[in-house]
């Protein structure tokens, strides 16, 4: 019986193998023992269940499908006998993607803290950001998978940056750029135009001044959309504060509105590890750049004390050291 139910499982998935986007196999055994009697009263002879599980999942069209073979089978070592108890299958479904983009967003992430901590190099980091955007290609698209890939471009886009690898770095920013667009056309969401704003705001960076005389104004729309969608977003009002800090007043610049907003941000309680440091470095910055040194020191010291191990903070850190030392 338990054969049969595994050779279906196995031949349906072969059958839709060309309809299929991604697919899964589990197999795990427990067991839990019993004490039964056996013969005379006094005489126990142990016997142990085994429960096999076996999971295979699916999708097809646009649905995960999971079809899931629980055997459950007696051994009695002592009088080298067994037997199946009961077998079932059962086919169960749920929503494309709700479990894969989660498991994303959680490894985008983890893998985020670890590189900024340096507990792996930008060669690793690169690498695993290929390899989820990889699986991402092989889902239907969608507007949260092109979100996701418009995130892992920002971020390699970013990596090349502080690598000063300029060509690498545009071809990323622009590519995550152009994923954003496309999710925004099937569903406008606040993060999307966040990831666009500070896509803008990097390519300006490095593209030059002509570009910039064109284009100045855009990162801080999609920035100021951003926030009319979703007022909590974080980034996205760090985009606006960085603008302040940095752009000459005849441009909209105000560096006491800027800094006064990124103090305002790093002291928010739901922020996860990653945004803070973002904003305590910029602070950091900010005041280094500005030659209020006492402060630079202050919140470069607070980012630090989130990844301690983080390369270009520690180097910030030396920086002020070096300078007020005069």
């Known amino acids: 019986m338990v054969i049969l139910q595994n050779a279906l499982a196995l031949f349906l998935a072969l059958l839709i193998e060309s309809r299929n986007t991604s697919k899964a196999y589990f197999r795990t055994i427990f067991f839990m023992p019993n004490m039964i009697i056996a013969g005379s009263p006094g005489v126990f002879l142990t016997n142990i269940t085994f429960c096999y599980l076996e999971v295979l999942r699916i999708t097809l069209n646009e649905e995960i499908v999971y079809i899931v ?23 169960f479904s749920m929503f494309l993607y709700a479990g894969d983009l989660e498991s994303i967003q959680l490894e985008i992430q983890q893998t985020m803290e670890s590189w900024i901590n340096n507990d792996i190099d930008s060669e690793n ?5 290929s390899r989820m955007e990889a699986n991402l290609e092989e889902e239907n ?7 996701w890939k418009s995130r892992i471009s920002l971020v390699k886009g970013q990596i090349y940056f502080e690598q000063r690898e300029k060509k690498l770095s ?10 954003a667009e496309e999710s925004n056309i099937q ?8 990831t666009m704003s500070e896509a803008n705001s990097l390519l300006m960076m490095q593209k030059g001044f002509l570009y910039i005389v064109a284009n100045h104004a855009l ?7 951003a926030l009319e969608l979703d007022p909590d977003n974080a980034r996205a009002s760090l985009v606006i504060a960085q603008f302040l800090c940095n752009a000459p007043s005849i441009a909209g610049g105000n560096l006491e509105e800027g800094l006064s907003l990124l103090k305002t941000l790093y002291k928010r309680d739901d922020l996860n590890g990653v945004d803070r440091f973002a904003i305590l470095q910029s602070l950091s ?7 209020r040194l006492g402060d630079a020191m202050i919140y470069c010291r607070l980012a630090l004390s989130l990844y301690p191990q983080n390369i270009k903070c520690n180097e910030l850190l030396l920086e002020i050291k070096e300078d007020l030392k005069g």
């Open 69 to 91: 073979v629980i055997s459950f089978k007696e051994q009695y070592p002592m009088i080298k006998k067994s037997k199946i108890i009961f077998s079932v299958t059962l086919f």
């Open 141 to 147: 698209d969608n507007w949260e998978v092109e979100y």
């Open 187 to 194: 569903k406008e969401m606040s993060d999307t135009w966040r």
């Open 125 to 129: 980091m690169l690498n695993s950001l």
């Open 285 to 291: 910055m900010i005041y280094l750049d500005n030659e």
């Open 170 to 179: 545009i071809r990323e920013l622009q590519k995550s750029l152009t994923y």
């Open 219 to 225: 990162a801080q729309d999609q920035a100021k959309r």
